[in-house]
């Protein structure tokens, strides 16, 4: 049995190798891509985004997950995503109100750097924040997508009660089949991370060998430092031993190669 110290290690060693993995530009619009259907997804540009280096986390919950926070320019204007990746083993049912929390201190930063001649302004308005919870739990997410819908007797006020839904990415829904064939590296990193003993693991691993061939040599590189630093760190030797074998079977990189476009 996991005991609450190893809990808290395990969940954090996956919140910085799913924000490691997303502080990449690219990486990011491949996610939202890969997961997100709506149309204004295809109209984001990697060089009109901008990474927001700074948490909003609350500190009650600062050992508990991460977050990640991009500036896009959509359609001449200021997006903010505010991406919170909720790696725990349950479902918090409160997940509604931290992101209004989290949703009204990226306002309250964006406000303190306006001026307020800027703010009196008739036609000044808020940018949207589109909040996004990226959730690897086991369990079935539970918790209500819409805000209103934890407010007691909210059906009595209609369209006066403050409302908005959030974005889910729950990594063990989707099917091998659906990961497989993203034929990228998300996908790739969603499947390897679904909940599986040793032995599936290392088939999924293999059955990823021709979308690892087609990887960028930037990807492969991501991949590689995901699966040595997350998925093959609690695996017996013997086991780390086939995982690097397969990873170097499918492709040749150097150990020197340095990434240049991280945010």
């Known amino acids: 049995m996991i005991n609450n110290k ?97 949703i009204i201190e990226v306002w309250r930063e964006i406000l303190k750097d306006s001026s307020l001649k800027q703010q009196k302004r008739k036609g000044y308005k808020l940018p949207a924040v589109v909040p996004i919870v990226l959730y690897n739990g086991a369990n079935n997410w539970t918790a209500s997508l819409n805000f209103k819908e934890t407010i007691d007797s909210y059906e009595l006020f209609g369209e006066n009660i403050i409302d908005f839904k959030y974005i889910l990415i729950d990594v063990n829904r989707y099917s091998e089949e659906e990961l497989l064939q993203l034929s990228n590296l998300i996908g790739s990193i969603f499947l390897l991370d679904r909940k599986t003993d040793r032995e599936k693991l290392l088939e999924r691993l293999r059955k990823l060998t021709n979308v690892l061939k087609n990887l960028s040599e930037d990807e492969f590189v991501l991949l590689r430092n995901w699966v040595t630093s997350i998925i093959s760190r609690s695996l017996p030797e013997e086991k780390k031993k086939e995982v690097k074998e397969i990873l170097e079977s499918s492709k040749e990189v150097s150990n020197s190669y340095l990434i240049s476009n991280k945010s």
């Not at 986390?57 to 204007?77: G, P, T």
Request: proline share 1%.
């Open 6 to 102: 190893s809990e808290k290690i395990i969940n954090n060693k996956y919140d910085k190798g799913y924000k490691y993995l997303l502080s990449y530009k690219k990486v990011f619009i491949e996610f939202l891509r890969s997961f997100v259907k709506k149309d204004w997804v295809n109209q984001i540009e990697e060089s009109k985004i901008i990474r927001i280096n700074k948490s909003f986390i609350l500190q009650d919950f600062k050992n508990k997950e991460a977050d990640l926070v991009y500036q896009v320019k959509l359609r001449d204007k200021e997006v903010f995503f505010y991406v919170l990746m909720e790696l725990q083993s349950k479902v918090d049912f409160q997940m509604p109100y931290r992101l209004l929390l989290y």
